[in-house]
């Protein structure tokens, strides 16, 4: 030992000597000239020397009554724990002397967090050591919980009322009572399956979330194969992605021994086109093995790395569903869409998107090779069974009677179709046959068909019928095709059966004859939503709209609940004020008209909102009441009747009981219109649902009534009422395109019922019992 470090150490000795007389300045003032003097050693790597030291002079300041001593102390024993922390005799020493300290500054809370540290120590030690090393920390506990029960009774004795003690009293014990409990934990099985399957509907990955929460959650998500349905492959660790998923979901991997009888719980495969190459063969070839059970392919890829990124999967999926191909690089060609992933003959394919390609439906030869590369292997029985067709940004040729031999068009391939949508697509028909000599064929079971932008179709329905068919686009159809007329679509032999049971017609963007069209229109009774945007109709179509006051004459589409008709600013807002006030029930339209009397006998010279329409001006467009003495406007019957000056009793509406009930709008979009004054918005505001008025940028989603500004959302009367009852549309992420209304109202309550009796199956997934609660689940759930 050196001769300055022999010094430290008696001094050391002597400051030690004056602590236990409880001469606590005079030993911090000794054990600064020793801290100074073992620094000066050359032997500076003495740690148990400077450890005691400092630690000797952090407890003699921490007993001043200087709180600026105290707090050095503080700092001190803070500095020892970094400094001396990983030694494993001194380790729980420091700790226990911050802790020490942070009693002495009335931090009881901190301070047990301290001492847990230190106990997790305690575990190095050897045994005796340990022994004693337990006593001295469970004396300083004892010490804990005495300053915590005197601040408490400090915090108490501040409170002035006997209420405010008992509200602190009461807190204190729901605080004691609530650090007891570990919720998480008291959930159920059959709880947690339920939150993780609701979970998974928004993101695929959410069993993985939630088996990051504690081990009893982590061990349920990963053994129930139910939640590993959906494999997304991305950017990323794409092949360790696709271990893990395969083996949660209980599949057998390539890499045992032995191969795994398990059924596999994987329906769904997303490839994106951020997927790396070498990642993407070995996530297939995990894959492979499991094709046989998945029902849906989405695929986001170059076309021409589609049979490579496909090697070892071919004829693979014997159960497809759902397939989904899209192009990453846009415009490339694709000659071979399915890439041998259906076998020849293979007709269990329900839903085919196609998007961003360029596609010959023809067979055609490659590189001067013989063998014919077609766009599918086997379009006859692969198409037979589809119930689903989107077609979107396709440049397609068909040549007619070389692949599906004696079929003339796509659609005739496929007999039980449901859905169809072409949108921004160019079919290129090569020796196709004149609309006079093509031959007639019926799709009964198609709903919805939409030919958005496309071209090259010609009149469809003179050859096609569809008498079941409920939903009609033809949004820009004669923009793309001038010599065509959308009117004459309408009165095409193949909708004459379907037009009493079509409940929407999308139109807008069309150049249409008006006279043409309403007369049209009378064929169609059942109609609820009616788009015609940028179509250029006048106030004579708004007016022939209102629905006529006699009983025994319902009007034109008198089921019409939405109507979209964006950018026409000279139609005035008084016809759309009447078109609203007369399609109201009658009791309702009675009393707006009483009210309106009652206001005008008050104040008979001032025009208001429900008065008379006034005149047009030549200068400018009427688009509100002017005069103090309106005249009534040129329009039809029905508009003149819901607009007449003072309703007699001779003119009222007759009574509900002696009409059908009709519905009322609920849907009405004028955007780039007229201006909405403000006394007609808040009346709109109260009859409609729905009011859009807004001059910024068409959107076209708003303009046709779907996704976020869907027309026909689960929607009923009750939805907007109150102000704390605003329900809205959200985002349906488990399947494309979809929304669905998120209610708050009263029917929310109704679908907050208790699952008796429910059942878990080995997937996963949760069966529900007889009871009337798990009746009234299956019913709201659609189950």
Same mark, same amino acid.
Not at 398 to 414: H, R, S, T
């Given at each position: 030992?050196?001769?300055?470090?022999?010094?430290?150490?008696?001094?050391?000795?002597?400051?030690?000597?004056?602590?236990?007389?409880?001469?606590?300045?005079?030993?911090?003032?000794?054990?600064?000239?020793?801290?100074?003097?073992? !620094?000066?050693?050359?032997? !500076?790597?003495?740690?148990?020397?400077?450890?005691?030291?400092?630690?000797? =002079?952090?407890?003699?300041?921490?007993?001043?009554?200087?709180?600026?001593?105290?707090?050095?102390?503080?700092?001190?024993?803070?500095?020892?724990?970094?400094?001396?922390?990983?030694?494993?005799?001194?380790?729980?020493?420091?700790?226990?002397?911050?802790?020490?300290?942070?009693?002495?500054?009335?931090? $009881?809370?901190?301070?047990?967090?301290?001492?847990?540290?230190?106990?997790?120590?305690?575990?190095?030690?050897?045994?005796?050591?340990?022994?004693?090393?337990?006593?001295?920390?469970?004396?300083?506990?004892?010490?804990?919980?005495?300053?915590?029960?005197?601040?408490?009774?400090?915090? +108490?004795?501040?409170?002035?009322?006997?209420?405010?003690?008992?509200?602190?009293?009461? &807190?204190?014990?729901?605080?004691?009572?609530?650090?007891?409990?570990?919720?998480?934990?008291?959930?159920?099985?059959?709880?947690?399956?339920?939150?993780?399957?609701?979970?998974? &509907?928004?993101?695929?990955?959410?069993?993985?979330?939630?088996?990051?929460?504690?081990?009893?959650?982590?061990?349920?998500?990963? /053994?129930?194969?139910?939640?590993?349905?959906?494999?997304?492959?991305?950017?990323?660790?794409?092949?360790?992605?696709?271990?893990?998923?395969?083996?949660?979901?209980?599949?057998?991997?390539?890499?045992?021994? %032995?191969?795994? %009888?398990?059924?596999?719980?994987?329906?769904?495969?997303?490839? !994106?086109?951020?997927?790396?190459?070498?990642?993407?063969?070995?996530?297939?070839?995990?894959?492979?093995?499991?094709?046989?059970?998945? !029902?849906?392919?989405?695929?986001?890829?170059?076309?021409?790395?589609?049979?490579?990124?496909?090697?070892?999967?071919?004829?693979?999926?014997?159960?497809?569903?759902?397939?989904?191909?899209?192009?990453?690089?846009?415009?490339?060609?694709?000659?071979?869409?399915?890439?041998?992933?259906?076998? /020849?003959?293979?007709?269990?394919?329900?839903?085919?998107?196609?998007?961003?390609?360029?596609?010959?439906?023809?067979?055609?030869?490659?590189?001067?090779?013989?063998?014919?590369?077609?766009?599918?292997?086997?379009? %006859?029985?692969?198409?037979?069974?589809?119930?689903?067709?989107?077609?979107?940004?396709?440049?397609?040729?068909?040549?007619?009677?070389?692949?599906?031999? $004696?079929?003339?068009?796509?659609?005739?391939?496929?007999?039980?179709?449901?859905?169809?949508?072409?949108?921004?697509?160019?079919?290129?028909?090569?020796?196709?046959?004149?609309?006079?000599?093509?031959?007639?064929?019926? +799709?009964?079971? +198609?709903?919805?068909?939409?030919?958005? *932008?496309?071209?090259?179709?010609?009149?469809?329905?003179?050859?096609?019928?569809?008498?079941?068919?409920?939903?009609? *686009?033809?949004?820009?159809?004669?923009?793309?095709?001038?010599?065509?007329?959308?009117?004459?679509?309408?009165?095409?032999?193949?909708?004459?059966?379907?037009?009493?049971?079509?409940?929407?017609?999308?139109?807008?963007?069309?150049?249409?004859?008006?006279?043409?069209?309403?007369?049209?229109?009378?064929?169609?009774?059942?109609?609820?939503?009616?788009?015609?945007?940028?179509?250029?109709?006048?106030? @004579?179509?708004?007016?022939?709209?209102?629905?006529?006051?006699?009983?025994?004459?319902?009007?034109?589409?008198?089921?019409?609940?939405?109507?979209?008709?964006?950018?026409?600013?000279?139609?005035?807002?008084?016809?759309?004020?009447?078109?609203?006030?007369?399609?109201?029930?009658?009791?309702?339209?009675?009393?707006?008209?009483?009210?309106?009397?009652?206001?005008?006998?008050?104040? $008979?010279?001032?025009?208001?909102?429900?008065?008379?329409?006034?005149?047009?001006?030549?200068?400018?467009?009427?688009?509100?009441?002017?005069?103090?003495?309106?005249?009534?406007?040129?329009?039809?019957?029905?508009?003149?009747?819901?607009?007449?000056?003072?309703?007699?009793?001779?003119?009222?509406?007759?009574?509900?009981?002696?009409?059908?009930?009709?519905?009322?709008?609920?849907?009405? /979009?004028?955007?780039?219109?007229?201006?909405?004054?403000?006394?007609?918005?808040?009346?709109?505001?109260?009859?409609?649902?729905?009011?859009? @008025?807004?001059?910024?940028?068409?959107?076209?989603?708003?303009?046709?009534?779907?996704?976020?500004?869907?027309?026909?959302?689960?929607?009923?009367?009750?939805?907007?009422?109150?102000?704390?009852?605003? *329900?809205?549309?959200? =985002?349906?992420?488990?399947?494309?395109?979809?929304?669905?209304?998120?209610?708050?109202?009263?029917? =929310?309550?109704?679908?907050?019922?208790?699952?008796?009796?429910?059942?878990?199956?080995?997937?996963?997934?949760?069966?529900?019992?007889?009871?009337?609660?798990?009746?009234?689940?299956?019913?709201?759930?659609?189950?």
């Amino acid at each position: 030992m050196s001769s300055s470090q022999s010094q430290a150490f008696n001094i050391y000795r002597d400051a030690k000597s004056l602590y236990e007389q409880r001469r606590y300045e005079e030993a911090a003032e000794v054990l600064n000239r020793a801290s100074v003097c073992a !620094r000066s050693s050359k032997r !500076r790597d003495d740690k148990a020397l400077l450890w005691r030291i400092d630690d000797l =002079r952090a407890a003699s300041l921490s007993w001043s009554g200087d709180q600026s001593k105290k707090e050095t102390a503080y700092e001190i024993a803070k500095s020892n724990c970094d400094k001396y922390g990983k030694e494993v005799n001194i380790a729980w020493k420091v700790l226990y002397r911050r802790a020490d300290i942070l009693v002495r500054l009335i931090q $009881p809370n901190t301070a047990a967090n301290v001492l847990n540290m230190a106990r997790s120590h305690l575990s190095a030690l050897p045994e005796p050591a340990r022994q004693d090393a337990e006593k001295v920390l469970n004396s300083l506990s004892d010490r804990i919980t005495r300053a915590r029960r005197e601040a408490q009774q400090r915090r +108490l004795a501040h409170i002035a009322t006997a209420e405010e003690r008992d509200a602190e009293l009461e &807190r204190q014990r729901l605080a004691a009572l609530k650090s007891k409990k570990n919720y998480i934990q008291m959930l159920p099985r059959d709880v947690l399956l339920l939150v993780a399957q609701m979970g998974l &509907r928004e993101s695929p990955g959410f069993g993985v979330k939630m088996g990051l929460v504690c081990k009893e959650w982590r061990d349920l998500v990963h /053994n129930t194969p139910g939640l590993w349905t959906e494999l997304r492959l991305g950017k990323g660790s794409a092949l360790s992605k696709a271990e893990f998923w395969l083996k949660r979901a209980r599949l057998p991997l390539r890499s045992e021994p %032995t191969r795994s %009888t398990a059924k596999s719980s994987l329906r769904s495969v997303h490839i !994106r086109e951020t997927i790396d190459e070498g990642q993407l063969h070995g996530a297939v070839g995990l894959i492979a093995e499991t094709a046989s059970s998945v !029902r849906s392919l989405l695929m986001h890829r170059h076309p021409r790395t589609y049979p490579d990124s496909l090697t070892g999967v071919c004829h693979a999926f014997s159960n497809l569903e759902y397939l989904s191909l899209s192009n990453a690089g846009r415009d490339a060609p694709c000659h071979r869409l399915d890439g041998n992933l259906l076998h /020849n003959g293979y007709t269990g394919l329900r839903r085919l998107e196609l998007s961003h390609m360029s596609i010959d439906f023809s067979a055609r030869s490659l590189g001067g090779e013989a063998s014919e590369v077609k766009w599918t292997s086997d379009p %006859t029985a692969h198409l037979s069974g589809i119930r689903y067709l989107s077609i979107k940004h396709v440049d397609a040729v068909e040549k007619m009677n070389a692949v599906w031999q $004696p079929k003339e068009d796509l659609l005739e391939l496929m007999p039980d179709v449901e859905y169809v949508t072409l949108s921004d697509t160019n079919l290129h028909q090569i020796n196709a046959p004149d609309q006079e000599k093509r031959n007639d064929f019926e +799709l009964p079971h +198609l709903r919805f068909y939409a030919e958005a *932008c496309t071209t090259g179709l010609d009149l469809r329905f003179k050859h096609m019928f569809a008498p079941n068919l409920q939903h009609l *686009c033809l949004y820009a159809y004669s923009h793309m095709l001038p010599h065509l007329d959308v009117v004459h679509q309408l009165q095409a032999p193949g909708l004459a059966l379907a037009k009493a049971n079509l409940q929407s017609l999308d139109i807008g963007r069309n150049k249409i004859d008006q006279a043409e069209l309403l007369v049209a229109l009378r064929d169609l009774p059942a109609l609820r939503f009616l788009n015609v945007s940028l179509c250029g109709i006048d106030t @004579n179509f708004v007016q022939a709209l209102c629905r006529p006051e006699t009983a025994d004459d319902p009007g034109l589409l008198p089921n019409l609940t939405a109507l979209s008709m964006i950018g026409h600013p000279d139609i005035p807002l008084a016809a759309i004020r009447d078109l609203v006030r007369s399609r109201l029930p009658p009791l309702v339209r009675m009393a707006e008209e009483a009210r309106m009397k009652s206001k005008l006998q008050k104040t $008979p010279k001032r025009s208001t909102l429900f008065g008379p329409t006034p005149a047009a001006k030549k200068s400018k467009p009427a688009l509100a009441p002017t005069s103090s003495t309106p005249t009534l406007p040129s329009s039809s019957p029905a508009a003149r009747a819901s607009s007449s000056h003072l309703p007699s009793d001779s003119t009222h509406a007759p009574p509900s009981s002696f009409r059908p009930k009709l519905p009322s709008i609920t849907w009405l /979009n004028i955007d780039h219109c007229a201006v909405l004054e403000e006394g007609l918005r808040l009346w709109l505001n109260k009859h409609v649902r729905f009011v859009s @008025n807004v001059f910024g940028m068409v959107d076209e989603d708003r303009m046709r009534g779907l996704k976020g500004f869907a027309w026909d959302g689960d929607w009923d009367e009750d939805c907007g009422a109150g102000s704390e009852n605003k *329900c809205q549309l959200r =985002r349906d992420k488990s399947q494309p395109n979809a929304w669905y209304v998120h209610h708050v109202c009263d029917r =929310r309550k109704a679908e907050v019922v208790v699952m008796d009796e429910a059942v878990t199956q080995s997937d996963g997934s949760l069966i529900l019992g007889d009871g009337p609660g798990a009746s009234k689940a299956r019913e709201v759930a659609g189950w």
